[in-house]
T-cell receptor, first 114, second 114 residues
Framework: GENVEQHPSTLSVQEGDSAVIKCTYSDSASNYFPWYKQELGKRPQLIIDIRSNVGEKKDQRIAVTLNKTAKHFSLHITETQPEDSAVYFCAAQANNFGNEKLTFGTGTRLTIIP | GAVVSQHPSRVICKSGTSVKIECRSLDFQATTMFWYRQFPKQSLMLMATSNEGSKATYEQGVEKDKFLINHASLTLSTLTVTSAHPEDSSFYIC??????????FGSGTQLSVL
């Protein structure tokens, strides 16, 4: 089955600087890669996703890059703000028809230092 | 985004009792819903895949008789923790996939078994 590794497990960034979180996956059949943000005690929220037919996607301060050959994808947050502090999870899915399970990374606790 | 409602948000029960958690897709139909368990500071662990009108598919190590799942309609799945014990205390989250294959999560249920 799929195995997703996520690094780093914790990350502290000065406000205004950029943060990068990296994930690798093992199943070359995976073709959908969402990122979720989870604040303490709350539900994970989808913040951005990418499908395997593109290499990069951007939404305001958030971007995701995908390298299918190397089987890794990254989340980039620019101009970080205190409200970006949360736990971020990457995930990979082999079949994006909605009925295939996601495999999650272990999470990155991002702390933005004011 | 789509709305997934989960109730109750918090439940405290005595050891040996059963607890039912509901997960509803409010503005879309979901043939498949997923149930996760999350321990503090850890990633989401998939427990089972709930399929409308058929039996749930359980992940390895998850007791199907302990965690009963019913997906009676396209908008409702329930998870019943039977004969709950303190080790079942955890944060339980459901999710459902929309037609465009994005996954949205319920708000979670914090279960505390005394």
């Amino acid at each position: 089955g799929e195995n997703v590794e996520q690094h780093p497990s914790t990350l502290s960034v000065q406000e205004g600087d950029s943060a990068v979180i990296k994930c690798t996956y093992s199943d070359s059949a995976s073709n959908y890669f969402p990122w979720y943000k989870q604040e303490l005690g709350k539900r994970p929220q989808l913040i951005i996703d990418i499908r395997s037919n593109v290499g990069e996607k951007k939404d305001q301060r958030i971007a995701v890059t995908l390298n299918k050959t190397a089987k890794h994808f990254s989340l980039h947050i620019t101009e970080t703000q205190p409200e970006d502090s949360a736990v971020y999870f990457c995930a990979a899915q082999a079949n994006n028809f909605g009925n295939e399970k996601l495999t999650f990374g272990t999470g990155t606790r991002l702390t933005i230092i004011p | 985004g789509a709305v997934v409602s989960q109730h109750p948000s918090r439940v405290i029960c005595k050891s040996g009792t059963s607890v039912k958690i509901e997960c509803r897709s409010l503005d879309f139909q979901a043939t498949t819903m997923f149930w996760y368990r999350q321990f503090p500071k850890q990633s989401l662990m998939l427990m089972a895949t709930s399929n409308e009108g058929s039996k749930a598919t359980y992940e390895q190590g998850v007791e199907k008789d302990k965690f009963l799942i019913n997906h009676a309609s396209l908008t409702l799945s329930t998870l019943t923790v039977t004969s709950a014990h303190p080790e079942d205390s955890s944060f339980y989250i459901c999710s459902a996939a929309t037609r465009d294959e994005k996954l949205f999560f319920g708000s979670g249920t914090q279960l505390s078994v005394l």
